[in-house]
């Protein structure tokens, strides 16, 4: 399976904290996204990154590649009760050429206020 | 202007019967891509559309689904004789450009529920 795997399942931390989501994934890819989802309802894109880009900044969001790893990371500092949500990584692999995105299983935040 | 929109919100059915389930995709949107989550799950891609092109179709589970395009805008996923294992929220999806190299806009999603 093409499918990322995120890492940890779910995720708890105080309101302030900061909050690292790790994805992995098993093929070569052109890109790898990162969405959000609230109460299981339609996702929301966060942000891109291509696989020769090493990090990517956007507001308080953090996102790292490693393509010798196959791995990439979320970070959101200074996290908000509004960020409790599921994230979830997707790649468009192999080499790009798929039609569609490959999801990972999410990884549950839970931002305590 | 308006995202992607889909009807129903929630659909409740008796197995066997047949549903179908509409995504009005952003406008000019050439891609179209339907996919389904199950409880606690990521998302399954089922199917794909890009222009006038043939749909890919690989992700569909069985053949109670299909899918159509009509006018390179609506879509409508139908799935007949339902099973309880149908159900999932299915999620519908657009993006400006083919491939999955660009961001895709996701509509909120019909939450099917088979008794």
Request: hydrophobic share 30%; charged share 20%; net charge neutral.
């Amino acid at each position: 399976s093409q499918q990322g795997e995120e890492d940890p399942q779910a995720l708890s931390i105080q309101e302030g904290e900061n909050a690292t989501m790790n994805c992995s994934y098993k093929t070569s890819i052109n890109n790898l996204q990162w969405y959000r989802q609230n109460s299981g309802r339609g996702l929301v894109h966060l942000i891109l990154i291509r696989s020769n880009e090493r990090e990517k900044h956007s507001g308080r969001l953090r996102v790292t590649l490693d393509t010798s790893k196959k791995s990439s990371s979320l970070l959101i500092t200074a996290s908000r009760a509004a960020d409790t949500a599921s994230y979830f990584c997707a790649t468009d692999g192999p080499y790009g050429g798929a039609n569609n995105l490959f999801f990972g299983t999410g990884t549950r935040l839970t931002v305590i206020p | 202007g308006a995202g992607v929109s889909q009807s129903p919100s929630n659909k409740v059915t008796e197995k066997g019967k047949d549903v179908e389930l509409r995504c009005d995709p952003i406008s000019g949107h050439t891609a179209l891509y339907w996919y389904r989550q199950s409880l606690g799950q990521g998302l399954e891609f089922l199917i794909y559309f890009q222009g006038n092109s043939a749909p890919d179709k690989s992700g569909l589970p069985s053949d109670r689904f299909s899918a159509e395009r009509t006018g390179g805008s609506v879509s409508t996923l139908t799935i007949q004789r339902t099973q309880q294992e149908d159900s999932a929220v299915y999620l519908c999806a657009s993006s400006f450009a083919p491939y999955a190299s660009y961001e895709q806009y996701f509509g909120p999603g019909t939450r099917l529920t088979v008794t």
